[in-house]
T-cell receptor, first 115, second 113 residues
Framework: EPEVTQTPSHQVTQMGQEVILRCVPISNHLYFYWYRQILGQKVEFLVSFYNNEISEKSEIFDDQFSVERPDGSNFTLKIRSTKLEDSAMYFC?????????????FGPGTRLLVL | GNSVTQMEGPVTLSEEAFLTINCTYTATGYPSLFWYVQYPGEGLQLLLKATKADDKGSNKGFEATYRKETTSFHLEKGSVQVSDSAVYFCALYGDGGYNKLIFGAGTRLAVHP
C-alpha cells in the first residue's frame, strides 16, 4: 500500500540553524500539507500546497518557514533560523484531491529538537 | 471558527471492555469528520471517517456515527484489546478552504490485560 515517507526521523539542531525536513508524498497525490505537534499538545496545521504554490497557511507559518516541491517526488519544509519553540514532531501529509471528503494520509513524522 | 472537543484522557480499560471516546464539534456547514490513531512512537493513521450526517464510519471494530443534531462523532468499540492502546484524535476540516484539518486534543487510551 502506498505511504507517505519522511526523512530524517529525528533531527537535532542548534538554535539559529536552518533545517530542511523532507517528505515523499503518495505518488499520484496532488495536495500536500505540513502539520506539527508540540510534545503533549494538539496537532496543528501549518501549510497546504497545491499546483506549486501555497493554498493556505496558518499563523504559525511565518517568514521563517518555507515549503518547496523541488522535483516530482519530494516536498520539503525549511525553517530558516530555528528557535527553541520549533521543537516538535513535524508531520507531512498528502491527499489525492482537496475536497471536503478527501482523506489526508500522514507520514511517520520527523522529531525536531532545537537546543 | 471550526473546532473539535474531545474527552480528556487518559482512558484506562481492561481488555474486552467497551470503549467510548466522546468528540463534539463546532462547524459551519457540513464538515467531514475523521478519527485518527497514533500508536506509540508512530505517526497518524486514519482510523475511520464520515462525510455526511448519519453516516457511520467503521474500521477494525471501531465505529463512529456522524450526528448533526448533537454535533457529535463519538468513537466506540465493543471489546478493546491491549493492542488498541494509543492516542485517538478526532478531526474535521477547517473553515473556508477544505485543506486544513482541525484536530482535537487527543485522548490517550491504555488497555490492560
Amino acid at each position: 500500500e502506498p505511504e507517505v515517507t519522511q526523512t530524517p526521523s529525528h533531527q537535532v539542531t542548534q538554535m539559529g540553524q536552518e533545517v530542511i525536513l523532507r517528505c515523499v508524498p503518495i505518488s499520484n497525490h496532488l495536495y500536500f500539507y505540513w502539520y506539527r505537534q508540540i510534545l503533549g499538545q494538539k496537532v496543528e496545521f501549518l501549510v497546504s500546497f497545491y499546483n506549486n504554490e501555497i493554498s493556505e497557511k496558518s499563523e504559525i507559518f511565518d517568514d521563517q518557514f518555507s515549503v518547496e516541491r523541488p522535483d516530482g517526488s519530494n516536498f520539503t519544509l525549511k525553517i530558516r533560523s530555528t528557535k527553541l519553540e520549533d521543537s516538535a514532531m513535524y508531520f507531512c501529509a498528502s491527499s489525492l484531491e482537496g475536497g471536503r471528503r478527501e482523506t489526508q494520509y500522514f507520514g511517520p513524522g520527523t522529531r525536531l529538537l532545537v537546543l | 471558527g471550526n473546532s473539535v472537543t474531545q474527552m480528556e484522557g487518559p482512558v484506562t480499560l481492561s481488555e474486552e471492555a467497551f470503549l467510548t471516546i466522546n468528540c463534539t464539534y463546532t462547524a459551519t456547514g457540513y464538515p467531514s469528520l475523521f478519527w485518527y490513531v497514533q500508536y506509540p512512537g508512530e505517526g497518524l493513521q486514519l482510523l475511520l471517517k464520515a462525510t455526511k450526517a448519519d453516516d457511520k464510519g467503521s474500521n477494525k471494530g471501531f465505529e463512529a456515527t456522524y450526528r448533526k443534531e448533537t454535533t457529535s462523532f463519538h468513537l466506540e468499540k465493543g471489546s478493546v484489546q491491549v493492542s488498541d492502546s494509543a492516542v485517538y484524535f478526532c478531526a474535521l476540516y477547517g473553515d473556508g478552504g477544505y485543506n486544513k484539518l482541525i484536530f482535537g486534543a487527543g485522548t490517550r487510551l491504555a488497555v490492560h490485560p
